[in-house]
Structure formats: C-alpha cells, structure tokens
C-alpha cells in the first residue's frame, strides 16, 4: 500500500506481526485523506497490464506533477536521527523525456515548512539520473548519492532502499547494496512526509506500490528480507515478457557538438568521445569529452582532427589510429591518450605500416591491436571521378613496443570492405559485419577471425531474419554472447537501413529482430556504440543522411533489465566488451 510508514514511533518495537517485514512499526497508515493534489489510495485500473500489478489494491500511478502530502515527521527520523526508506516503483522511459533536472523524488521529508520553497535540511529519496539522483541530503549535508552505473533499469519494478545509522548512507536496489557514502545529516523537523515531491517540482512519474520509512537502519539481510517478501507480488508479471528498452539521455550543457565517425570508449564508468566530423558543414574536431552521467567535460585535444579512425582501449590509455583530417586522403597517424594524465602522445611505431586508411576497424588482444580493411579515401565525400581502394588486409600492432607487422592468415578469403562493425568475444574472436565499398556493394554477412591461430573461421549462413545490407552499422557484444547491430546506412541508394535492432547468436549462428521499448533514436549510421559492461549499450552521434546528431542513447538490453531484478544463471561472470569500443 501506498502511503504505509513504518517505524515513526517507539523504537523498541522490532518486526510488523502483520507481514513479517523488518523494522520498527509502531506507526502503521498514512491519514485517510492526504494533501496535494493525490488521494492515498488509487487502484491500477487501465494501466495494470503494463505496470504487471494488475487487480492489486494501493498502487498509485504518478504524472510527473502531482504528489501526496502525508503526515507530520516525528523527532526520531529528524536531525541526525537513524532511519531507513524503502519503495516499491515503477519508472517508465517515458520520465526522462519529461524531467528537464534528471531528479525524479520518489519520497521526502525536510524541505522546508510546507512547500515553502527551503531546500535546506531535506532529506529525499529519488529515481533520477544526477549525481545525487538516489539520496539527496540538501546543500548543507553529506552523504548525497547518485545510482551512476547501478542505475535501475526502466520499465520494470524495483524494491529500492537507503539506510542511514548516523554516518554512513547505504544504497540497494532489489535487495543488493550498490553504493555507500559518509556524512552526518541534518534534517528538519516538523515537516510532512511526501510521496512523489519535494518542493511542489522534481515530482516523480511512474508507479509507486509501497513506501516504507523506518526510524532505524535496517541491515542489509533486513533489506534483502523485505524484498524477497514482496518481490514475487511485483516482479512476476514485469518480467512476461522482458524487452530491449531505448532510453534518451537528457540534453546536458557542455556536450559536445553533433558529430558523426567519432570514436567512444568505455573507461572507469565513464565514457569517452574523441574526434569525428561533419560532411554539411565541411568540418572536423579533434576535440575529447568525457560524460560522467551527468555532466558533460572537455578534456585535451588531439594533436589534429581527424575522424573515420578507430580506438581501442589498453588499461589506462585510448590507442588512436588512421582515419582523415580536413583533407580527403587518409593517414596512417598513431596516438596514445593517457586517461589519468589527460595527455596525447605522437606514437612513432617501427616495423612496416599498413597504407594509410580509414573507416577501418580495430580491437585489441593480449596487448596486440588487430586492423582490418578500410579504404584510402572518403567516399561520402569524395568528388565524381575519384578512384580510391578498399582493402582486405589485417594488420597488428604490439602496443608494448609499438611495432607493425602484417598478418597473413589462413582460412577463408576476406571481401575488400570499409564502414564494418567488429567486436571481440572473450574467446578472443574478431567478429566483423557490414560494411562495403560504398555505392558500390553493401554486405550484411558476420564474418569470423580467430587471433591466436590468425585464421578467418568459416561461418554457415546464419538462420533466421538477418538485417539488410548496410555500412556504417552500429555493433556492440553483450556479455552473455549477442551481436547487437543498430542502424546503419544503405549507401546505394543513400537511405536508411531498415528501422530497427538486430540480435545475432554467436552460439546458435542465428539472427532475430529484436523487440524494442521506448522510442528509437533517429539516427541512421555513422554513430559510435560501446557497452558499458553492464550491457548497456550506449549511443552518441551519427549522421540522418541530412545532419550530424548530437544525442545520447542508451539501449537497456533484456539480459541487463533481467539481471537486475532475477539472479544470472550459474556460471556467469559480467565480462562485457567494454573495452573496445567500435568505429562505425
């Protein structure tokens, strides 16, 4: 039930003999009519189905403007008092494209006397995407957290949870402790309890199904205890069926401009965007963004712009290599960027050099980059008349001494192609697809290289619905074995690839379109795509074959919304392809 506040009372009661929850429970209901603008109890009527509850008493769907103002706070969840929160909520995609402060406040208490506009001494417990979009303890108080990379996935119900003991702010989502943080509080008193606000803005919008204040910090077996106990009321029916979820970043200040053949890498939970042109206005950067959830920072710039490049991640540094400057002619350039430093580093590498190229593709092995394909020109760009050369080489780079050498490898003959995806799997296989010789051919095969025997695999033809014939598809590799190909373009008839998000088995060799919540991002190829290492794939940029974009996408797949609310199945190790981040 909405509006339940547990544990506002004596603190010598442990345990509620009517459920067997954790926790004091001396104060049991919210007052029969509440304030704002909310009743305290609404039926899921017409929207059950989607929120998974349906015919379930005391779930209350909120709009992003209305709230309920509950009863008085007493002295023992005040000041620096102990105590503990916790909500059952629903959070649909559709409440970022709403909120414009990325604070959506679930339950609050201290901000000032009745909506009087104090943000001192408030004490608030949210589902938004800043740095403090978890606990907010106002201005003058420690212990603010933000959900960052534990942020919980949309469209399915979550048992959220903080604990304060007089330090220390625990964090859990479903049972499970993902953040803590130190500080003494100093929360006001005298104030309302309110469900879905704070100060009459940052109001939640979603679904809220129990909300719980306790004046004691419950231990962690407590908590998890809490959310076992509902959790089949809840979770059961959002999970039939679960599907891949688009989610949009809320515009953010300081991003960088709509760019397209940029590079992205994934490095400490944060991620990176260097370089990357636009054809309209016959221009290109040489700029580095880092996006640490919320907040867009610019950092060193590359020696010279350059985009149609690629990059790879190795420990603490981005190897940088190929692509195209202001001219139309590619180079065989070679950086180093140091991610703790902020610093580039002109690379001269010995041994024989691959031709100068771009929109190639690269990944690193064991401390080897491996560079296939590519071409010496642009061709989106290039003049009528101008010959250029698609290659089918592969190349290798030993980033420790930084020397070149070809690769000359058995099996199957490869396709000169540029504008193709790859990935690497953690059997150290270099799957590419896509990609062409643009006007000319466009391919929509998977193919397979081998790095330690250097032999390209033979692969069947995949069953199922493959994806059209594209370039400059979107590739990222989820942990548990799934090619993800988003977007791309069909450079013959200079149009979009088919809408859409493709799924390849790596096990099964087979393709399937994939169901998608939320709406798609309107971009079509050329954007760059990384996985956070927690599958989610993360999508900046790219071009509509109009203009450059300038948005980020986060597409939650299943296996992630899967992952946060049932257990992963035996064996399971969360080993993403983060690490390298494609070029497409």
Not at 139 to 157: L, S
Not at 209 to 219: D, E, F, P, S, Y
Not at 369 to 379: A, H, I, R
Request: charged share 10%; net charge negative; aromatic share 12%.
């Amino acid at each position: 039930w909405v509006g339940e506040v547990k544990g506002v009372g004596s603190p010598r009661r442990l345990g509620d003999a009517r459920d067997g929850r954790s926790g004091n429970a001396s104060f049991r209901g919210w007052p029969t009519a509440g304030g704002g603008n909310l009743p305290p109890h609404i039926p899921l009527m017409t929207s059950g189905q989607t929120y998974g509850v349906t015919g379930q008493p005391g779930i209350v769907i909120f709009d992003g403007s209305n709230y309920f103002i509950g009863p008085l706070t007493t002295p023992d969840v005040e000041a620096n008092s102990n105590r503990s929160v916790e909500v059952w909520a629903f959070n649909p995609y559709r409440s970022f494209l709403t909120q414009t402060t990325g604070i959506e406040t679930m339950v609050s208490w201290g901000s000032g006397d009745s909506f009087n506009g104090s943000w001192s001494g408030g004490t608030w417990f949210g589902y938004g995407t800043t740095r403090f979009g978890a606990v907010y303890h106002s201005a003058i108080d420690g212990a603010n957290i933000g959900w960052d990379v534990n942020f919980p996935p949309m469209n399915v119900w979550h048992h959220l949870a903080y604990t304060f003991d007089g330090w220390t702010t625990r964090l859990y989502v479903d049972g499970q402790l993902t953040a803590a943080a130190n500080g003494t509080l100093s929360t006001r008193g005298s104030t309302n309890f309110i469900i879905g606000s704070p100060l009459n803005q940052m109001c939640f919008s979603g679904a809220v199904g129990a909300v719980r204040v306790h004046n004691n910090a419950l231990t962690t077996a407590q908590v998890r205890n809490n959310y076992l106990l509902d959790a089949n009321r809840y979770q059961n029916a959002a999970l039939s069926p679960v599907y891949d979820q688009w989610v949009p970043l809320k515009p953010l200040p300081n991003a960088p401009s709509p760019r397209h053949n940029h590079v992205m890498w994934w490095y400490n939970g944060n991620l990176y965007v260097h370089g990357g042109a636009d054809v309209v206005a016959q221009k290109s950067w040489r700029d580095t963004f880092v996006l640490n959830f919320d907040v867009w920072k610019q950092l060193a710039s590359s020696p010279s712009n350059v985009f149609g490049h690629t990059a790879v991640l190795d420990a603490t540094r981005a190897i940088i290599y190929g692509g195209v400057s202001d001219q139309p002619f590619a180079s065989d350039t070679l950086w180093t960027y140091d991610l703790v430093a902020d610093y580039w580093t002109i690379v001269n590498a010995s041994g024989a050099h691959p031709t100068p190229r771009l929109l190639h593709s690269a990944v690193l092995s064991n401390g080897v980059m491996y560079v296939f394909g590519g071409t010496d020109n642009v061709p989106f760009q290039a003049s009528s008349g101008v010959v250029f050369t698609y290659f089918n080489d592969t190349w290798k780079l030993n980033v420790t001494s930084m020397q070149w050498s070809i690769v000359l490898p058995t099996g199957v003959p490869q396709l000169p192609r540029a504008t193709h995806g790859a990935v690497l799997t953690s059997s150290n296989v270099m799957v590419i697809f896509g990609g062409g010789q643009f006007g000319v051919v466009d391919y929509n095969d998977v193919q397979m290289f081998d790095v330690a025997t250097e032999t390209w695999l033979p692969v069947p033809s995949p069953s199922g619905t493959a994806p059209s014939a594209r370039t400059a598809p979107g590739l990222a590799l989820t942990s548990w074995g799934m090619l993800i190909v988003i977007g791309g373009v069909d450079s013959i008839q200079r149009t979009t690839s088919p809408a859409g998000v493709f799924r390849y088995s790596l096990a099964n060799n087979s393709w399937s379109a994939a169901i998608i919540n939320g709406t798609s991002p309107f971009v079509v190829g050329m954007s760059a795509h990384v996985n956070d290492g927690h599958d989610r794939v993360v999508q900046f940029g790219g071009f509509d074959l109009a203009n450059p974009v300038g948005t980020v996408y986060m597409l939650q797949t299943r296996q992630y919304v899967q992952r946060a609310v049932v257990p992963p199945p035996t064996g399971y190790t969360d080993s993403g392809n983060a690490a390298n981040g494609d070029r497409d």
